[in-house]
């Protein structure tokens, strides 16, 4: 897959052309990426995928900081390259940008610049000034600008539309298995190990904390998971348990939530290390114990279960 930063300067063969965020490219993105590539090669065109850096939402909104999205450019660069695509568009994101109306927005960058020949778009798909652009708008710019366009339908997971509002709402609510059906791969998320309070290891499951690299990630719902954990630079994968919360039977906490991971059967230090961390499943809410020690006896109980679960 070739990617462009920008549009100046490319030239396509009869492109046909999908666009999008593709936040988290679900299984629904891979199927309207399946649906370019199939008609691409069928007609002898390139297959193209638009998408914007950074998400508009960051910047159209005024306060960004409760914002949460399922990947980052780079994580969403990788996550295409398995889809067949044959070229990647990457258009900066802008308040310049957000003001073209949709009309001008296909006729200017789909129609002038990337010469599109044949576009194929998303059920629910909006775009332009305001998000007011939609199929029949596309439809009314393909008349007048001579390129076709198919409208594909929704992909279903169990009768529901697959979307990223739906993914991150399911992860919002700790349901990971119910994100991997939706995404088709389990929800990861890439870290730097950073120091903590050494609490773990003094009643025998030490912990790495993790800070997320990209700083809108969403973080799941507070609670203990099994996790699976890759070390950037290893191929070894190591099963685990990860605990996403306040830590409330630890006393002297500073109130904020923290991403703290147990490596099962593993002792090195990974202080700086970055690391993906996969969920695979949700064991329980994080609870207050009475002490350490009752917090320390049902960790046992987690390890044990994560093991029967993921294997060592």
């Known amino acids: ?53 950074p998400h508009p ?11 949460s999205f399922l990947t980052d450019i780079e994580e969403r660069i990788e996550l295409l390259r398995g889809t067949g695509i044959g070229h990647l568009v990457i258009i900066p994101f802008t308040e310049e940008l957000s003001r073209l109306t ?21 059920y629910n798909h909006h775009f332009g000034r305001r998000h007011e652009g939609d199929s029949n708008t596309i439809i009314e710019c393909s008349e007048r600008m001579n390129f076709r366009v198919t409208r594909e339908e929704a992909y279903r997971v169990d009768n529901e539309p697959v979307s990223s509002s739906a993914i991150r709402k399911a992860l919002g609510e700790g349901s990971v298995d119910t994100a991997a059906a939706m995404l088709g ?59 996403i919360g306040l830590r409330p039977t630890i006393s002297g906490g500073d109130g904020r939530s923290t991403i703290e991971v147990h490596l099962i059967d593993f002792s090195a230090d990974l202080y700086d290390r970055v690391v993906t961390v996969r969920f695979r499943h949700r064991l329980r809410d994080e609870m207050k114990f009475e002490n350490v020690d009752a917090l320390a006896a049902q960790l046992v109980r987690d390890r044990e279960l994560t093991i029967s679960l993921l294997g060592r």
């Open 1 to 53: 897959m070739q990617v462009y930063y920008g549009y100046s300067g490319t030239s396509f063969n009869n492109p046909v052309i999908t666009m999008g965020v593709f936040d988290g490219v679900h299984l629904g993105h891979r199927m309207l990426l399946g649906r370019v590539t199939e008609e691409a090669r069928a007609t002898g065109s390139d297959s193209v995928a638009v998408t914007f850096d």
């Open 57 to 67: 939402r960051i910047v159209l909104t005024g306060d960004p900081g409760h914002l």
């Open 102 to 122: 949709a009309s001008d927005f296909v006729e200017s960058i789909l129609c002038r610049h990337l010469g599109v020949r044949h576009l194929i778009t998303g």
């Open 185 to 243: 791969y389990d929800y990861f998320i890439r870290g730097r190990v950073v120091s903590g309070r050494r609490i773990g290891r003094n009643i025998g499951f030490p912990t790495a904390n993790i800070t997320p690299l990209f700083p809108y990630k969403l973080i799941p719902r507070t609670g203990v998971y099994a996790a699976e954990v890759h070390i950037e630079g290893d191929t070894e994968k190591h099963i685990s348990m990860l605990n």
